[in-house]
């Protein structure tokens, strides 16, 4: 306690922040410089690490007050450098470099934890800088749970034992992958002969031990931790024995979230290494051939990012065994994948994926249940590295590429994320599909690559994309009960269907009298078309997310033409042969048509009514697919189908409502009332389909003076561009039209029927 006081006064009470990570840095650098020069020039060797320790000097302070014995260990190690530098002793500058550095890092965290106690935030932030990540890739991305448990404890809402624990398993997390890799390169660099490096290794994997020790010792004992401390020590000779020691240890225990995230990350990522590989690689002639070395790199890294994530596994599985073969069979599985092993031997796309799959069996068969229950926040990792991949691709000009990656990355979106984002969150979906297509404040992806943009244009849009993907990872990462899911998918199935309710029952209001009812047939039949594609796109989506996901716009945007276009077709029959002319006359002649010859006439109308009824439902179903499936992910097929069918009961009672209140309906009203509806449904139709053209780029986009929430996109089409308004309201002057044209039409006929009796 009195030490943390010390450190409020000493820094917490200060009104700007230390710069510490700035001098620790450039003493780092110095001594990196110096190990360069050490075999060539030891005179300029030694001049660089008395720089190092005048950075060291800068911050020497801060350590002393709060560590003052990591702080005599870095004076210590320099002491070192300088005499290996004078000496040109290469492996000995290596271990005092690597010494310092350690004992640096270990004060440093000393400092964090120290204020972090103490509640001060600025002094906490100022010793976490100071920290060392673990090695990050494209698809293992920076922690940044320490920063947001200091954000938490400064707004009060978290307290300082809750923050510390937070920012702990954080850097003890970063160290521990960092531990590892120093023993991974050191067992390498021994096998290679190379003394230097398996000097500088050893020493680094005894000072990150040197910060997790009291882990260590609070889980195996006091004892076992003098022992491997020991052990460390006489690196790299004892190294089969540290190994041992470590195994199934873990200095930051992972949450059960925590381990169901990686779990979904070993099985996502691994799950795409034969998608990646097959389309880099080509069989001709009974030979595998890589022909896009792009794609099987893609392969490679979503390979590395199940390793790692696995590794984080590994110490938790319940059989030891079965985890140090899966971690062999990954290991063997990236050396038939690296460049050396693809010179020797190509594996057909096919037998990889039959060593994947098996892989995966393995793996679910490893990992416990409470593991398997996938989650969609963890597909972010993989969203974000295609659209890294994007950005790649882009700024090397291989546009198909980047087209390829970004497909992939909205098939992962639209399968897997969406559906608790538009529910929750419409205005967010709406601004992510803008930037990942075509939107415009900054221009989407699919609108950059098609204009071959420049590199500033897709960093503006990357940094915006990362932004919005942080809200939606807010949103996925929350905890969802089955209950939850259940309502959710409920709300989904009601809304959709509500929509092709309200279309049936303004397609078929009209025909419901005399010979007009054999109308409905072929929409109903239609519809349940529909119904039954519908079923048969869940079975395929469960099969193989994200198969249609991948066309999912465009698929949705053709459906939607073909709807509005009979629809359109449709109406003009409509009003010309129901609603203007004389009701009685217009059944007879519809009877006659019936009755009398007409058949190829009677046929087409039948086959237009049948495809409106089809595709009018099919849009709003599979729609309805494509947004189950997050939930699905989330909690299972089981709490999805339970919420499916309480939607479809809603959906069906309204349904009945609506038919036996159309029933009962005036002739006359009721034709005033479908008119209504028809013509709001077409201006809906009219309106998502334009903005989903827009989205896959078959429409530009202009843009109103002003914002509309996306509510009124979900529910009636309107989205703020000049185009959507435009022709809902030109779809809206057809329907009048369409009205004005059938009265003048009956007038004139009225007025020929006049002067023909007057005439006679």
Same mark, same amino acid.
């Given at each position: 306690m009195k030490r943390a006081l010390l450190l409020a006064l000493a820094l917490g009470g200060a009104a700007h922040a230390a710069d510490l990570a700035t001098p620790a840095e450039a003493m780092r650098a110095r001594l990196a410089d110096a190990a360069l020069e050490v075999s060539f020039d030891p005179a300029g060797a030694a001049t660089l690490v008395h720089e190092a320790r005048g950075a060291w000097g800068t911050v020497r302070p801060h350590w002393q007050q709060v560590a003052p014995q990591t702080a005599a260990q870095v004076d210590r190690a320099l002491d070192r450098a300088a005499?290996?530098?004078?000496?040109?002793?290469?492996?000995? #500058? !290596?271990? =005092?470099?690597? /010494?310092?550095? %350690? $004992?640096? #890092? !270990?004060? =440093?965290?000393? /400092?964090?934890? %120290? $204020?972090?106690? !103490?509640?001060?935030?600025? /002094?906490?932030?100022?010793?976490?800088? !100071?920290?060392?990540y673990r090695v990050a890739s494209s698809l293992t991305r920076l922690n940044a749970d320490a920063t947001a448990a200091l954000d938490s404890l400064e707004r009060g809402t978290l307290s300082a034992a809750a923050a510390l624990s937070a920012v702990r398993a954080d850097t003890l997390d970063g160290y521990q992958a960092r531990l590892n890799d120093a023993l991974r390169d050191l067992q390498t660099s021994r096998a290679q002969d190379f003394r230097t490096l398996a000097a500088e290794q050893a020493t680094l994997a005894a000072g990150y031990f040197a910060l997790l020790s009291s882990a260590y010792a609070e889980q195996r004992g006091a004892k076992a931790a003098t022992t491997l401390t020991a052990q460390f020590a006489a690196l790299p000779g004892s190294l089969p024995q540290v190994q041992a020691a470590l195994e199934g240890f873990r200095a930051a225990p992972l949450s059960e979230r925590e381990a169901g995230a990686r779990a979904a990350q070993v099985l996502r990522f691994l799950g795409l290494v034969p998608v990646e590989y097959a389309r880099g690689v080509q069989v001709s002639g009974g030979a595998a051939i890589v022909t896009q070395q792009v794609?099987?790199?893609?392969?490679?890294?979503?390979?590395?990012?199940?390793?790692?994530?696995?590794?984080?596994?590994?110490?938790?599985?319940?059989?030891?065994?079965?985890?140090r073969t899966l971690s062999r069979d990954l290991a063997a599985l990236g050396a038939a994948l690296s460049p050396d092993g693809l010179k020797d031997t190509v594996p057909a796309p096919a037998a990889l994926k039959v060593r994947v799959d098996t892989l995966l069996a393995d793996l679910r068969a490893a990992f416990p249940a409470a593991w398997q229950q996938a989650r969609p926040d963890a597909d972010l990792d993989v969203i974000r590295t295609q659209l890294d991949a994007v950005v790649t691709a882009a700024q090397a000009g291989d546009w198909t590429a980047a087209e390829t990656a970004r497909l992939d990355a909205y098939a992962l979106l639209e399968s897997g994320t969406e559906a608790r984002i538009a529910v929750f969150n419409p205005d967010l979906k709406a601004r992510l599909e803008g930037l990942i297509w075509n939107g415009t404040q900054p221009r989407g992806l699919a609108s950059l690559i098609h204009a071959r943009a420049g590199h500033e244009a897709f960093s503006a849009t990357r940094a915006a994309l990362q932004g919005t993907l942080r809200e939606v990872g807010q949103i996925l990462g929350t905890d969802v009960a089955p209950t939850a899911v259940a309502t959710n998918a409920g709300i989904i199935v009601f809304r959709e269907g509500l929509e092709a309710v309200l279309i049936l029952a303004a397609l078929m209001g009209s025909l419901r009298k005399g010979e007009l009812v054999r109308l409905r047939r072929p929409m109903w039949l239609g519809a349940a078309a529909a119904g039954v594609a519908?079923?048969?796109?869940?079975?395929?989506?469960?099969?193989?997310?994200?198969l249609l996901g991948r066309y999912g716009e465009k698929l949705e945007a053709v459906v939607s033409l073909i709807a509005i276009g009979v629809l359109l077709l449709i109406m003009n029959w409509f009003f010309h042969q129901v609603y203007w002319t004389d009701r009685m006359a217009a059944f007879q002649k519809t009877k006659h048509q019936l009755t009398h010859g007409g058949q190829a006439a009677l046929r087409a109308q039948w086959i237009g009514l049948a495809v409106l009824g089809f595709t009018s439902i099919y849009r709003e179903g599979f729609e309805t697919v494509l947004f189950l499936q997050s939930l699905v992910l989330q909690a299972g097929a089981g709490a999805v189908l339970l919420g499916t069918a309480a939607g479809l009961s809603a959906v069906l009672g309204v349904g009945a409502l609506v038919f036996a209140w159309q029933a009962k309906l005036p002739m006359k009203k009721l034709l005033v009332w479908t008119g209504v509806?028809?013509?709001?449904?077409?201006?809906?139709?009219?309106?998502?389909?334009?903005?989903?053209?827009?989205?896959?780029?078959?429409?530009?986009?202009?843009?109103?003076?002003?914002?509309?929430p996306a509510g009124l996109g979900l529910w009636l089409g309107l989205h703020a561009t000049w185009e959507g308004v435009l022709l809902q309201l030109g779809a809206l002057a057809a329907v009048i039209g369409s009205y004005f044209a059938a009265e003048g039409l009956k007038e004139r006929e009225l007025a020929q029927r006049r002067a023909q009796s007057a005439q006679a």
């Open positions: 005499q290996a530098a004078a000496r040109g002793d290469e492996p000995g #500058l !290596a271990r =005092a470099r690597a /010494g310092a550095w %350690t $004992a640096l #890092l !270990a004060g =440093a965290q000393i /400092g964090l934890e %120290t $204020a972090v106690q !103490a509640g001060q935030v600025q /002094g906490a932030r100022d010793w976490l800088a !100071a920290r060392e794609e099987v790199h893609e392969a490679r890294t979503f390979l590395s990012g199940a390793q790692v994530a696995l590794s984080d596994l590994v110490p938790l599985l319940p059989d030891a065994q079965a985890a519908t079923v048969a796109t869940w079975l395929v989506m469960q099969g193989a997310l994200g509806l028809i013509a709001a449904v077409l201006g809906v139709m009219v309106g998502n389909t334009v903005h989903t053209l827009q989205l896959v780029g078959w429409l530009p986009v202009h843009p109103l003076p002003l914002e509309l």
